[in-house]
C-alpha cells in the first residue's frame, strides 16, 4: 500500500514502516482524500485519531531514550472493502516559535469523526487542528489550563475550590 | 406592556421561536452524565450537541504511569457492562506489542467468557431500551437473565461488574471444576428466553411504533463517523453486495476463525411495517440476534475447553518492547481500539497508552441523525446507539 502511495507522491512521503507512512502536516489532507478515494485503498474509516508526546522527563534516561523530543500525531484506518488497516503519522515539534501549540491541518473536511476526534486530541494533547470548525475542549472543562497528556503537565493544586490533592 | 394587558394579544403573538432545551445530566434516558443541548423549533429538533466528559478520568494518562498489569483494572471502568471485553482488548494490543502467544487454553476461556460478557450486555442494552421507551417489563427479565451470567462470571474470577480476569498473557484462574456444566445448564435455560423477549418487546406495538423509521442512518453517514458494532451493522444490506463488518469475521483474534457463527446484518424477514434499514428498530434487532450467535460461540468454546492443550497462563514480560501496536476488538457497543507505545530501553511502563472509544464514535452521529425528529423520538435514538459514558468519558 505505501508502494501506491509512493508512486503517487513521490518524495513527500518522508518514511514508510509496516503499513504506515510518515507525510509533512502540509501534506496530509491531499494524502488523506487521496487514501479515501483511491479505488484501489479506499480507506473510508477513520477509526482513530492519537497525539504521542516523545518526552523524556527524566534527564538521566533522555540520553538514552533514542528520540529527539517530539509530537506525533497518529491516524489509523481502515478499508471497508478490501479489510486492510493503515497508518499515517505526522511529526510535529513539542513547541512552536512565538508560543501557541504545534499546529496541523484539520481533516473534518474529509472525514466527519474527524470532527470529534480532533477536539479530544486538542483537548488532551494539545494540537492545533487549522481550520477546524468548532476547536474546544471535549472532555475537560472550557476553562482547564493545559493539556494532560504533555508528559512535562503539572498537575493543577487546585480547581475552583477543590483541591487538587 | 401590551401583551400583558390584553391577553387576546399574547395569543395572536404566538410564535415557535427556538428554544434550548437543556436534556441530562442526570435525564434518567440519557444512560449515565450525558447532556444534550437540544435547539428546537416546537417540537422538531434542529440541532444536538452533546456534552460530556462528566465521567473523565483520564485513564490514557493513569495507563503511562503503571505497568499495563496494573492498569487491567482500570479498563473494567471504562465499559463497565463489559468489562471482559475491555480487558480483552487492552490485552491483546500489549500482547502485540511484546509479540506474545497465549496458549490455546487461554484463548478458548476468552472467548466463552467474553461471549458470555456480551450477552449479559446485550441484555442490558435491550432492557433499559425498553425503559426508554416506556416498558417497564422487558428490564425486569433482562436482569432476571443478566443475574444468572453474573453468577456464572464471579464464580470465575470473584467478581460481578469489574473483573480484571482477562490479563496480560491468558486469563487469570481456570475455569471451576463443574463450571462448564453450570454454564450448559445456564444456555439450556436461557435460548427459550429469547423468544420471550421476541414477543414481550421486539413485535410489541408502541414499540414498532417508536422505534420503526426512526433515527435513520445511511452506511456512508456511519463509515464517515466510523461507527461500528451493531450501530454500523445495522445501517448494512447483504442484499447490496455489503458484508459484515464485525472484527471477529474480517480480523479474528483469540482463534474466532475456528468457531462457526454468523455475523448479523440486514435485511430480516421479520422487519414490521414501516421499519427501514439504518433504523433505531434494525440497531436494537441486530443486537438481539447476535445473542443468539453469543450462545452458539459459548457453547463451541465449552466443547474445545475439554480438549484444550496448554495452560490458562503464561508469564508475561517484564517489560514493553519499543515499538507501537494498535488492536481493535468486537466489543459488545463496537471496535474498541487499544494503542500502545512503548519505551525504548527496558522499561516496564508504556510511553502511550490510547483507548479509542467506540460509543464516542457512535455518538458523534447523534446531530446528524437527530435533526428534524421530534424530541420524543430522542431516546429512542440515544437508547439505540447504547452507550455507557465510561467508556466515551475514559
Known amino acids: ?165 | 406592556m401590551l401583551g400583558l394587558t390584553d391577553p387576546t394579544v399574547i395569543e395572536f403573538d404566538v410564535r415557535t421561536d427556538e428554544m434550548l432545551v437543556n436534556m441530562g445530566p442526570q435525564h434518567p434516558s440519557t444512560h449515565g452524565v450525558l447532556r444534550l443541548v437540544l435547539r428546537t423549533d416546537g417540537e422538531i429538533i434542529s440541532e444536538v450537541t452533546p456534552h460530556m466528559g462528566y465521567l473523565h478520568r483520564c485513564a490514557e494518562k493513569v495507563g503511562e504511569n503503571v505497568t499495563p498489569i496494573q492498569f487491567i483494572p482500570y479498563t473494567d471502568r471504562m465499559d463497565y457492562l463489559a468489562g471482559m471485553n475491555m480487558n480483552l482488548g487492552y490485552s491483546l494490543a500489549v500482547e502485540k506489542l511484546c509479540g506474545m502467544k497465549v496458549p490455546e487454553k487461554a484463548d478458548v476461556i476468552r472467548v466463552i467468557i467474553c461471549e458470555l460478557n456480551r450477552v449479559a450486555s446485550h441484555l442490558v442494552a435491550m432492557g433499559t431500551y425498553g425503559l426508554d421507551l416506556g416498558t417497564f417489563s422487558p428490564f425486569l427479565y433482562a436482569f432476571r437473565e443478566r443475574e444468572m451470567i453474573l453468577d456464572l462470571l464471579e464464580e470465575v474470577c470473584g467478581a460481578r461488574l469489574t473483573y480484571s480476569y482477562i490479563t496480560i498473557g491468558g486469563v487469570h484462574d481456570d475455569l471451576p471444576a463443574g463450571w462448564t456444566d453450570k454454564c450448559r445448564k445456564f444456555i439450556d435455560y436461557f435460548r427459550p428466553r429469547v423468544a420471550e423477549y421476541h414477543t414481550l418487546l421486539t413485535t410489541n406495538h408502541i414499540f414498532v411504533k417508536r422505534t420503526a423509521g426512526i433515527g435513520v442512518m445511511s452506511k456512508e453517514l456511519a463509515l464517515s463517523h466510523a461507527c461500528s458494532g451493531p450501530m454500523l451493522r445495522g445501517s448494512l444490506d447483504k442484499s447490496k453486495g455489503d458484508h459484515a463488518w464485525d472484527l471477529r469475521k474480517i480480523e479474528p483474534y483469540c482463534g474466532y476463525e475456528n468457531y462457526e457463527f454468523d455475523a448479523i446484518i440486514p435485511p430480516f424477514d421479520n422487519k414490521p411495517d414501516g421499519s427501514v434499514i439504518g433504523d433505531c428498530w434494525h440497531r436494537y434487532f441486530v443486537r438481539m440476534l447476535e445473542v443468539l450467535e453469543s450462545l452458539k460461540l459459548v457453547e463451541q468454546g465449552l466443547e474445545k475447553y475439554r480438549t484444550a492443550q496448554g495452560s490458562h497462563r503464561i508469564e508475561p514480560p517484564r517489560h514493553l518492547h519499543p515499538g507501537e501496536a494498535y488492536v481493535e476488538t468486537e466489543c459488545p457497543r463496537g471496535a474498541m481500539g487499544f494503542y500502545v507505545v512503548g519505551r525504548p530501553g527496558k522499561e516496564p511502563v508504556p510511553l502511550r497508552v490510547r483507548a479509542k472509544s467506540s460509543c464516542f464514535n457512535n455518538l458523534s452521529v447523534t446531530d446528524a441523525i437527530c435533526r428534524g425528529c421530534l424530541i420524543a423520538d430522542i431516546p429512542a435514538i440515544v437508547g439505540s446507539i447504547d452507550i455507557v459514558m465510561g467508556e466515551i468519558d475514559r
Request: aromatic fraction near 10%.
Open chain 1, 1 to 165: 500500500m505505501s508502494d501506491i502511495l509512493d508512486a503517487k507522491f513521490g518524495d513527500r512521503i518522508k518514511a514508510k514502516f509496516a503499513d504506515g507512512v510518515v507525510v509533512e502536516a502540509g501534506d496530509l489532507v491531499e494524502v488523506m482524500t487521496y487514501l479515501r478515494d483511491a479505488p484501489d485503498l479506499k480507506f473510508e474509516m477513520l477509526c482513530d485519531i492519537s497525539g504521542v508526546d516523545y518526552l523524556e522527563i527524566d534527564p538521566k534516561k533522555a540520553a538514552k531514550a533514542g528520540y529527539e523530543p517530539h509530537l506525533e500525531v497518529v491516524y489509523h484506518l481502515q478499508s471497508f472493502q478490501y479489510k486492510k488497516r493503515f497508518t499515517v503519522k505526522v511529526m510535529l515539534p513539542r513547541q512552536v516559535e512565538g508560543g501557541g501549540l504545534p499546529a496541523v491541518p484539520t481533516l473534518s473536511g474529509v472525514f466527519k469523526i474527524a470532527d470529534w476526534l480532533e477536539r479530544e486530541t486538542f483537548d488532551l494533547v494539545g494540537i492545533d487542528f487549522t481550520g477546524h470548525p468548532n476547536l474546544q475542549r471535549i472532555l475537560l472543562s472550557e476553562d482547564w489550563e493545559g493539556h494532560p497528556l504533555r508528559k512535562d503537565y503539572e498537575f493543577p493544586l487546585e480547581y475552583h475550590g477543590i483541591r487538587g490533592r
